[in-house]
């Protein structure tokens, strides 16, 4: 009897044994629902066997294997053994935890048969029929016979966009002779609608180079300024893969941006099927995409970082578009990287994968400069005559603050709404302001549950932690001391909005943050708002800073950036350079000519100067020449091991211990546990260890001997992670 050998969804990394009477080799990648403990679970299935280390007469028998749907393919399930070893995570969690939730659940599931590519049209004798011998109760019917009678043919995606019920009336109408049925051509290829924007130089020269060396692996960082036109570098290189027949996978950083990009890949290729995925979809939406995908009538695929792991099987082009974002890390359970797994899918299928990027992460501006990576530059923009915005530093030591905003950048403003233009003021922290202080003793308002302080909600009188989410009410004074005199200090985007509603009355002011786009749509009608010029300032944190175009926008206002650059966090520069480069960038973009304004207390900083002069390059040696003295990743490769308990000293005490059982070759070195930066949070202390070296293969070698060392260690009350290439310490 053939043995399965099956991965579960639990939080030890071994395979199952299970009997079974009919399973082939077919049939691994499939799901399985197999007895574990009292429970019936799902696994998939990993390996066939004859032999097994248990016992045979304790082997239980599988349950049933679900064959509705199609095994995951084996350069899948490689790619997810892979992330296993690498992240040093079950292999069972690694898979179950990628796949839609519809089928981590125990139970066949549904799928909705994709729409053929058939179209109806009406037959001569249809078109002698009067719309009357419809009854007028089938107000549907009425709609599907008049939308016939209006245009030469209609697709099924037509039909159902007339209601969803309306494909109901097709078999009646097919079996009277009113309409007949006919294959739609089955063209994926690059059908273009609306107007191509002829591709400058620089555009056309990347797009030669990538389409030359498609049928190979290849790394290319593309390298553009905001507003170069990367999307269409990346539209021309998906042109030859759709004629081919292949699928292409677009990762991109953000939620917010599918809509934007999923619009501008739609009216370029029309005809081609494009599904979605992120976590904004319902679970049979995002089983349907990936279906799609699966079979291979999906042609793009767009997602954000889960994405990476949908099975294409005509596999033809990757394309990660800000691949410097840090969204693209997870950064709980599985902390993997989908740029990171993105390339290792395209090496496997030895195809091209294309890194885009205005300010590439170091690590990938590394392996650019010492050749792991192609590099192709894009340094003007795509639209004519739109130069780079011109960046000016206000000095806080000179011009006072008054809310947070200086007079320069008030009148520049006030300038902006004379001529109609839109301006944007950054400021990237919501709430009206960070700190609730004690004018008499110094105190301020902490969360119980986290190191953090809770900042200010004017708004709903509420004191909220942004960490946690904990919120309370003011209080009426001081609990330290007694004084009632608590008032808000530093800025956020609320006070900003208020101070910028008393200096501009008549403005019409958008505030974008997490508070004011939480409700559903509310994104869609404000970025509606935006591009329609009902809007004359918008206060905005990061939420704006990424991909978004704003054709009218002239002025960028970036109030308080200085936090971030004495952190202690060594990517912290790196971090504020990207994002102050993207915010600038919005600026400017189609025929206004952009300034951006910059209130600090250290214009003579680097990264400032950097940004003045929009020089990348001059900014990216400086941190790296930093990060070699320290020795930092790029030059060094890290992975952390976390720990989380009620109390400090066990999460220390179970950290100790497990430098004790290590035994690390030479080139790698084990640093002492220290609290993590935020060393509470969620009611839990947090410490850390650091694991550096500069090999990547003995770190990994030395780290899947001590994991398993370190699971022998029984300690209850703390949790531990290892995180690999970690971003956030
Ligand atoms: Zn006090
Ligand atoms: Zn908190």
């Not at 300038?415 to 009206?432: A, T």
Request: hydrophobic share 40%; charged share 20%.
């Amino acid at each position: 009897m053939p043995i399965v050998r099956v991965a579960i969804n639990i939080p030890v990394d071994t395979l199952f044994d299970y009997q079974t009477v009919d399973a082939t080799p077919d049939d691994i990648g499939l799901r399985v629902s197999v007895p574990f403990g009292k429970k019936k679970v799902v696994g998939i299935i990993i390996a066939i066997s004859d032999t097994t280390q248990i016992d045979t007469g304790k082997l239980k028998p599988v349950c049933s294997i679900y064959r509705e749907t199609k095994p995951l393919p084996a350069s899948l399930l490689e790619l997810f053994r892979f992330c296993s070893e690498y992240y040093h995570h079950p292999l069972g969690m690694v898979i179950l935890n990628s796949l839609p939730a519809a089928m981590r659940c125990n139970k066949a599931i549904q799928i909705k048969k994709p729409a053929s590519n058939l179209s109806f049209e009406l037959t001569p004798a249809g078109k002698q029929i009067d719309r009357s011998v419809i009854p007028a109760r089938n107000r549907v019917a009425r709609r599907l016979f008049s939308a016939f009678l209006e245009s030469a043919a209609l697709t099924e995606t037509q039909i159902k966009q007339i209601s969803p019920r309306a494909n109901q009336w097709l078999p009646e109408w097919l079996h009277r002779g009113w309409i007949a049925a006919k294959q739609a051509p089955a063209d994926t290829s690059a059908t273009v609608t609306g107007s191509i924007p002829i591709l400058t130089a620089e555009q056309a020269a990347a797009v030669n180079a990538i389409t030359a060396g498609l049928q190979q692996f290849n790394i290319w960082l593309l390298h553009g300024i905001t507003g170069s036109g990367k999307t269409e570098v990346y539209l021309r290189s998906i042109e030859p893969v759709l004629a081919q027949g292949k699928q292409t996978l677009v990762l991109i950083p953000e939620i917010n941006l599918t809509p934007q990009l999923e619009k501008i890949f739609r009216s370029r290729f029309a005809a081609t099927p494009i599904v979605s995925l992120h976590s904004g979809l319902n679970d049979s939406e995002r089983l349907s995409g990936w279906t799609q995908a699966q079979s291979g009538a999906a042609k793009i695929i767009l997602g954000t970082r889960l994405a990476v792991f949908t099975p294409l099987p005509d596999l033809g082009l990757i394309i990660v578009d800000e691949e410097q974002d840090s969204s693209f890390k997870q950064q709980d359970g599985l902390r993997y990287s989908a740029r990171d797994m993105a390339i290792f899918r395209a090496r496997q299928h030895a195809v091209t994968v294309i890194l885009g990027s205005a300010t590439p992460s170091l690590e990938s501006y590394y392996n650019a400069l010492n050749g792991r990576y192609h590099t192709l530059r894009l340094q003007s923009r795509a639209v004519r005559n739109a130069g780079l915005p011109s960046i000016h530093l206000i000095d806080t030591r000179i011009h006072k603050m008054q809310d947070g905003l200086t007079e320069p950048l008030i009148n520049a403003i006030g300038r902006c709404l004379i001529e109609k233009n839109q301006s944007l003021v950054f400021i990237n922290r919501r709430g009206y302001a960070p700190v609730l202080l004690c004018k008499s003793c110094g105190w301020s308002a902490a969360c119980q549950r986290c190191s953090s302080r809770l900042v200010v909600h004017l708004r709903d009188k509420q004191l909220s932690c942004h960490h946690c989410g904990h919120q309370e009410s003011f209080p009426r004074a001081c609990p330290h001391c007694g004084n009632q005199d608590l008032a808000p200090f530093g800025q956020g985007t609320q006070r900003v909005e208020d101070a910028l509603t008393s200096n501009f009355p008549a403005a019409r002011i958008l505030r974008i943050d997490r508070d004011s786009t939480r409700r559903k749509n509310a994104w869609h009608d404000m970025l509606q708002a935006i591009h329609g010029h009902q809007i004359d300032i918008l206060i905005g944190t990061q939420l704006l800073s990424k991909g978004h175009d704003f054709p009218n926008l002239a002025l960028v206002g970036i109030v308080s950036a200085d936090n971030s650059l004495y952190s202690t966090d060594f990517r912290a520069s790196e971090r504020l350079f990207t994002q102050l480069m993207q915010v600038a960038g919005r600026a400017g973009r189609a025929q206004i000519a952009g300034t951006v304004l910059i209130q600090t207390e250290f214009p003579n900083h680097p990264l400032y100067q950097a940004l003045q002069h929009h020089d990348y390059d001059g900014l990216a040696q400086i941190l790296l020449s930093e990060r070699k003295a320290a020795g930092f990743p790029p030059y060094v490769f890290q992975a952390l091991l976390r720990g989380e308990a009620h109390d400090l000293n066990p999460v220390l005490n179970f950290l100790h211990q497990a430098i004790k059982l290590a035994k690390p070759p030479e080139a790698v070195e084990l640093f002492d546990p220290v609290p993590a930066q935020m060393h509470r949070l969620k009611g839990l202390e947090r410490a850390q260890l650091l694991i550096q070296s500069t090999s990547r293969k003995q770190l990994q070698a030395f780290l899947t001997e001590w994991c398993v060392q370190i699971h022998a260690l029984t300690n209850h009350k703390v949790r531990w992670t290892l995180d690999v290439d970690p971003l956030e310490f």
